[in-house]
């Protein structure tokens, strides 16, 4: 079975992306088509900027070399960060935007993709009495900053000290020896973080953005660029009167002058029976590092994901890192500082490293250089925007579309996306009262009825893709239909995660591949 035409006039199809549109859009393209503005880089900045600068009228295509989220967007630790950290640096601006901006994702804008995360600094012995007074006036500063961006306490409740009973429920398995307490604050967390680089790609789809994956620029311009479909290997002019680079990690191979340092950080993924069923997330002191920690976060899934190094890196980007088993034994000792029984590398579900594209200050560490990000334009008009953090993407996107339209004299109308719901987005109580499993409303929100509606036909699809897997075969099919999946990484590794654990991608990989080859929407059809 292969698409057909009824997926035309589907509810959704304005913002579906498939592989019939992407052909017919890169050929549009290709036919000498000029947009407002071209697009490099489809993660979360990359895809913000497409959806800003399409909402706000401009004619809009977005190109990757590989796929959605295919680098630093997915390797996060898929927390939207109300700032704290900041504020510890003195980095008063960076706070103040990462609480507004954590503050319109959580309410506004993609609702259904984050949920309030309780997380837990246990007071043990290594956190000395006088150490704890500064961490508790830090996190009465968070609840100004959350205060301050307007998020109710009903959505972020305000931080509080623990008894050592209360923590110890929290976290079952923390060591009570010498156990005083803890301090718990509270942040938003993504159910997934190339999940929201998807749905903005969609939204930004559905305002008319061309979406272009698997699509490699050879050569950039300030008025378009010479790029290869890697699907095909043909070669193609694209045509435009703007260009933004938001290729993150590689925006200094597109344009040399940018001047970039990557870090590497690390993550691991747990059982959550390791902690003995995680209440809250633990945020672990560094031993002799001040201000730095590891976390252990929940996922809601049985796992827990526990980070994050932060190691610079030399030479070229790859396109994948790898994690070091020294960085792996790191995160494992760090965690073992505070719980009953240390963690063994048996443990270790899976493993990955991303790198965070930092603007070259010349100095200090990579975790000492400031997250703030940066819109730099080239001698020939090239924007760049680099730096930042997930949370604040929607700024990066906004700054980067305000130069690019002022240079190119492009008229563009006001930024539009402070309140601009994403995809699947709705108040909590509307998607409370839609009759689909939880799990499902977190990834997909009001579109959740209509992925179950794809095993309609076929009720295999309705069932998980392995015994201990929850993804089913409708997600892969909806992935196919109408997020732009391509092939069977596109669908394990990043519009679901199952590829996080390698043994479970292993075990979904016979169904996976049969879903492609039975329901692929192919070229020429649909």
């Not at 319109?104 to 609702?111: D, G, H, K, N, T």
């Not at 579900?349 to 790198?355: Q, R």
């Not at 075969?473 to 092939?487: K, M, N, P, V």
Request: aromatic share 4%; proline share 7%.
């Amino acid at each position: 079975m292969s698409g057909d035409a009824s997926h035309g006039s589907h509810p959704h199809s304005r913002a579906s992306l498939h592989e019939n549109r992407r052909a017919a859009e890169l050929d549009e393209l290709a036919g000498g088509t000029t947009v407002d503005l071209l697009v490099v880089g489809l993660g979360v900045t990359g895809a913000g900027v497409a959806l800003d600068a399409a909402s706000r009228g401009l004619s809009v295509a977005a190109v990757d070399a590989h796929d959605l989220a295919f680098g630093t967007s997915r390797w996060s630790s898929k927390l939207v960060h109300g700032g704290l950290r900041y504020l510890a640096n003195l980095e008063f601006g960076i706070a103040r935007e990462s609480a507004v901006e954590r503050g319109r994702l959580m309410e506004a804008i993609a609702p259904h993709l984050i949920r309030a995360l309780p997380m837990l600094l246990p007071l043990t012995p290594a956190v000395a009495r006088w150490e704890e007074l500064p961490v508790r006036a830090a996190f009465a500063a968070g609840d100004l900053l959350r205060g301050y961006a307007g998020t109710s306490r009903r959505m972020l409740p305000r931080s509080r000290r623990l008894s050592g009973v209360e923590a110890a429920r929290k976290v079952p398995a923390l060591r009570t020896l010498g156990l005083r307490g803890g301090l718990l604050s509270w942040d938003g967390q993504l159910v997934d973080d190339a999940r929201l680089v998807t749905s903005l790609a969609r939204t930004a789809a559905g305002h008319g953005a061309r979406i272009i994956t698997r699509c490699r620029v050879d050569e950039l311009h300030g008025d378009g660029a010479l790029v290869t479909d890697t699907r095909t290997g043909q070669r193609h002019r694209l045509h435009a009167r703007a260009v933004v680079n938001a290729t993150g990690v590689w925006a200094g191979q597109l344009v040399p002058d940018v001047a970039l340092r990557l870090s590497r950080g690390t993550h691991i993924v747990l059982p959550d029976e390791a902690f003995g069923g995680l209440g809250a997330a633990i945020t672990v002191p560094v031993p002799g590092k001040p201000a730095r920690f590891v976390f252990a976060l929940p996922q809601g899934d049985g796992r827990v994901l526990a980070g994050l190094t932060d190691e610079a890196l030399d030479g070229p980007p790859p396109d994948v890192p790898q994690p070091p088993e020294g960085d792996i034994g790191f995160l494992l000792d760090v965690l073992g500082t505070v719980l009953e029984r240390p963690l063994q590398r048996s443990d270790v579900l899976g493993a990955f490293a991303g790198l965070r594209p930092l603007l070259d200050t010349g100095d200090g560490s990579t975790a000492d250089v400031s997250r703030r990000h940066a819109v730099l334009v080239s001698h020939d008009g090239i924007v760049t925007v680099t730096g930042g953090k997930l949370t604040t993407y929607r700024l990066m996107a906004a700054d980067a579309v305000d130069e690019a339209a002022r240079r190119a004299s492009v008229p563009a109308g006001p930024c539009r996306t402070a309140r601009l719901p994403l995809v699947g987005a709705a108040p909590p109580a509307r998607l409370a009262a839609l009759p689909v499993p939880r799990r499902l409303l977190e990834r997909y929100g009001t579109e959740a009825p209509a992925v179950l509606e794809e095993a309609a036909g076929d009720p295999v699809l309705a069932q998980p893709l392995a015994p201990g897997v929850a993804t089913t075969g409708a997600e892969l099919l909806w992935a196919l239909r109408h997020e732009g999946a391509l092939d069977v990484d596109d669908l394990l590794d990043r519009r679901t995660r199952v590829g996080l654990v390698p043994d479970e991608r292993q075990r979904v990989l016979p169904a996976a591949r049969d879903i492609l080859e039975r329901y692929r929407i192919t070229e020429g059809v649909g």
